[in-house]
Nanobody
Framework: QVQLTESGGGVVQAGASLNLSCAAS????????MAWFRQAPGKVRELVGL????????VYGNSVRGRFIISKDNAKNTVSLQLNSLRPEDTAVYYC?????????WGQGTQVTVAS
């Protein structure tokens, strides 16, 4: 099992920046990729950013590309998400996800609220 703990959420004004962090523990060997998803009330969960664990290839959701940056620290088993130029529509619960083989592991989520 992989345990994921997110941190860094909060309430910010539009245009501000925020940094989210996700720490992986437990069976962290052979993690293939880690990602951030988000889910706003009444909406489906959507991909924000994904990073492969060895090569570091990144993929971003259309709505955040150019504003958010995903990065990793293999030594610390952490993945971070830098959120820039935040908009009210970025308000959501942000979830960390790890893929290890065919299994996906999710964190509990951290709330990001952007006030206009």
């Amino acid at each position: 099992q992989v345990q994921l703990t997110e941190s860094g959420g909060g309430v910010v004004q539009a245009g501000a920046s925020l940094n989210l962090s996700c720490a992986a523990s437990g069976r962290t060997d052979n993690i293939n990729e880690m990602a951030w998803f988000r889910q706003a009330p009444g909406k489906v969960r959507e991909l924000v950013g994904l990073i492969t664990w060895i090569v570091g290839t990144t993929v971003y959701g259309n709505s955040v590309r150019g504003r958010f940056i995903i990065s990793k620290d293999n030594a610390k088993n952490t993945v971070s998400l830098q959120l820039n130029s935040l908009r009210p529509e970025d308000t959501a619960v942000y979830y960390c996800r790890a893929r290890r083989g065919e299994f996906f592991h999710w964190g509990q989520g951290t709330q990001v609220t952007v006030a206009s």
